[in-house]
């Protein structure tokens, strides 16, 4: 029997083929068809204060997470260094993204599997009042963006090395008072996320996050792993690399040779200790700092850091200062320059070159790139634990991920059996496209 | 009334636009059906269809096939944001050759369809423009299609929106600003936080474009070749 079967509730276009035989599954394979759109060669030669503005445009979910990633690898180039306010604003808009992302996620696209439902249109009454929560709490993130970036949705003010406007005293107020009204919500996504039954989906790989010494790094840092090792920024290639693999025809992400793992739930696991306080004592709570993992634990992973953001935006807003703030010249200019942030799905590389004030080249390694081959790690080893009921196990499975495939348009095949000539003719070679 | 979201090459922001319609957009899952968006909801098939914004560019033959077919089936057809009103940046894509990208990916890229704002395949009813497009342009056009109607195109430039929102001209201190060539109705947003305008939304009907080209780059000082690479973003098809 086969399926094949468009992916909903993920951003981005992709399909699932499986093939089932004997109440097994024979081969799975996940085509993203997600139209590349090649940003790395339009932004190639443009000018380099047009960068930010054409990266930001590779996603609509993520879009402040690229924003800034373009833009601190610019300044990296320049060495331009921003002023503490502005760093301030900076992570508060980037927390804000990462707001609006997870409650979308956790309210729109996960929780209808939870309930059992198709989508949330299919919510009763009671249910839809969850729907108008989750909106509530996905509005305080928006608001956020909004208040200092201008707009939700690809924002207009921050550029290399300042913003081009600030907010008023009066709109951080309403910020702060719009956190402290909604915080009730959040609180309450975290108990309704650690009720629900998981399926078992373990593992014991390794996970990465981004790393600035004490404390939850939003922007700019070098990179940690879940073993605590650190490794610098600039250095992130001797680390993570591409590679061909046998069973596959698509490059994936390794680190040290071994799949691994990005996203909320390698970021509690490896630095829950930098939580703020109510939501460290929920990641001990639901043991997301032990070992083994779930990874439908990511959910409840995003519903707490949902808590740690509301309560590190409140505190950024009271200890921020609303002045005009001009960014210094650190060290020389260099052609290249690398950033590595967390985007709500996990790090996020840029690595550019600059050349008579035009981008030369650039590569951007999204979060979903790098979880692809954990998606197909895990999926292998899942299904051999199910028996029926495969297609919306897997998909659920994928979720999981928080994929967001317009970052990542990439091809990934997986097969159960080896085949002698393999009747899967499908070549993806080559880098990640966007 | 059904309604719905098809998408095709685009990054997904108006469909996540669309979500941030706050109250309006519960009350749209109460009063409509919406029979298609795939961000939220499966995937499947709709004989007929009352109003589908369509997001994103043609880019692939593929998606050129899904346009003409939801075209028949769609009462109303609107062009949802920029890609499918104008193509957006990622228009830009045509102007870059296979060798160049295969050079860039390392692989053998093949181009099947060049992208096309959605206008070009198929008849489109509305026009929704916007990097993302504006809520209050959609409530709108919903409700004016309510009655039977769809509301009177904008035609005015977005120095109107500008001027009334008290800013100072960014022409006036030689910063190329696009706004007097473009469709106004988004309120001046990037403007009003001192971001000079890039044309999003495109041209406005009576755009005078070669006189501006003209008149900038001799009395602002910008070189003609500029302001052609910019209005190249969204305008200048």
Known sequence: MKIEKELSKVEGHAKLFLEIEKNRVKKCFLEVFESPRYFEALIKNRKVEEAPYFAQRICGVCNVAHLFGCIYAIEDALGIEIGENTKMLRELMVMGGIIHSHALHLYFLALPDFLNKESILEFDKNELELVKKGLEIKEVGNRIVEVIGGRAIHPVTATIGKFTKLPKNEELKNLKNLLEENREKVIETIEMFSSFNFPEAFFDTPMVAVFEKNCYQLLKGDLIDSEGKIFLYKDYKNFLKEKVVEYSTSKHVFYKGKVYLVGPLSRIFIKWKSLTKEAKKYAIRQRLNKKPLNIFSANVARAIELLHFFDKSIELIERVELKEEKPRIIGNQKEKGISITEAPRGVLIYDLSIKNGKIKEINIITPTAQNVAHMEFMIKNFLKNISDNFQTEVEKLIRAYDPCFSCSAHFLEIEFIKETNSSISKSSKGISRK | ?237
């Open chain 2, 1 to 237: 009334m059904k309604i719905g979201i098809l998408t095709l090459t685009s990054c997904w922001g108006c469909s996540f636009e669309f979500l941030n319609l706050k109250g309006y957009l519960l009350k749209l899952f109460k009063e409509v059906k919406i029979v298609k968006f795939n961000l939220i909801k499966e995937s499947e098939d709709y004989s007929e269809i009352d109003v589908l914004f369509v997001e994103g560019a043609v880019s692939t033959k593929k998606e050129k096939e899904l346009l003409i077919e939801a075209r028949k089936k769609a009462k109303f057809l609107i062009a949802l944001g920029s890609c499918a009103v104008n193509g957006n940046i990622i228009y830009l894509r045509n102007f870059i050759d296979e060798r160049e990208l295969n050079e860039i990916y390392k692989q053998k890229i093949k181009i099947d369809e060049s992208l096309a704002p959605i206008d070009k395949i198929v008849k489109v009813d509305y026009f929704l423009p916007g990097c993302p497009f504006l809520k209050k342009e959609l409530v709108e056009v919903l409700r004016e299609i309510k009655k039977g109607e769809l509301p009177r195109e904008k035609d005015y430039p977005v120095c109107i929106e500008c001027k009334r929102r008290g800013r100072n001209c960014f022409l006036m201190k030689g910063v190329l600003c696009l706004g007097p060539l473009i469709k106004g109705g988004c309120n001046a947003i990037c403007v009003s936080n001192n971001f000079p305008c890039w044309g999003c939304r495109g041209f406005h009907k009576d755009a005078n474009i070669k006189a501006f080209i003209k008149s900038v780059s001799k009395r602002v000082g910008i070189s003609e070749k500029e302001i052609e690479e910019k209005l190249k973003l969204y305008c200048l098809r």
